[in-house]
């Protein structure tokens, strides 16, 4: 009733050896920047911040204080991975009513803040993004959990800093370094 067949083994060896044949380069082009380019564009705007600016003035206004304005030193660093570094140096005597304000300064009379930052265009902000920071909104008038608004006209660059109600609290004027 059963018939014995032999079958060859050969035909089925060359089609899987066949294969397994050597893999080739990936052929399709892989997109390495999705973001589009041109004027007005996020990889425009990312380009225009990168490099160094220097401070040309900063105005805080503490809550229910005077506007105090900085007549120290500072320099902001955007670099090409989106890390902001901005350094603000005071007197002293500055220093010490940014305190009495409630402004967070270091003892040496400085202002610092440091991390990536996202580029905002709709809003026209840049946010710093640091892992366990809080809640935007939180932290004082100057915390880096607030955006800062920003205004290009050539190569002045104005960043601004608003509290919960809207109102400007924090105003610097950078100028791009050569």
């Known amino acids: 009733m059963f018939r014995k067949i032999t079958v060859s083994l050969l035909p089925f060896a060359l089609l899987f050896a066949s294969s397994c044949a050597t893999p080739k380069p ?3 082009p892989i997109i390495v920047d999705s973001v589009p380019g041109g004027a007005g ?4 705007a990312r380009k225009y911040l990168e490099g160094r600016w ?9 809550p229910g204080k005077p506007t105090i304005t900085l007549k120290g030193a500072g320099s902001l660093v955007f670099d090409e991975f989106s890390n902001l570094k901005i350094d603000i140096r005071t007197t002293q005597a500055e220093a010490d009513l940014l305190r009495a304000g409630g402004i967070e300064i ?3 009379g400085t202002i ?3 991390g990536r930052a996202a580029v905002d265009m709709q809003n026209r902000t840049l946010t710093y993004n640091i892992q366990g920071q809080p809640p935007p909104g939180g932290g004082g008038p100057l915390a880096m959990s607030r955006p800062r608004y920003w205004v290009v006209e ?4 104005t960043l601004t800093t608003k509290n919960d109600a809207g109102a400007v609290v924090s105003t610097g004027r950078w100028r791009k370094a050569n």
């Open 26 to 28: 990936y052929e399709k």
């Open 41 to 44: 564009s996020l990889a425009a």
């Open 54 to 62: 220097a401070l040309e003035s900063f105005e805080v206004t503490p």
């Open 106 to 108: 270091g003892n040496d």
């Open 112 to 114: 610092s803040s440091d």
């Open 154 to 157: 050539q190569n002045l660059l």
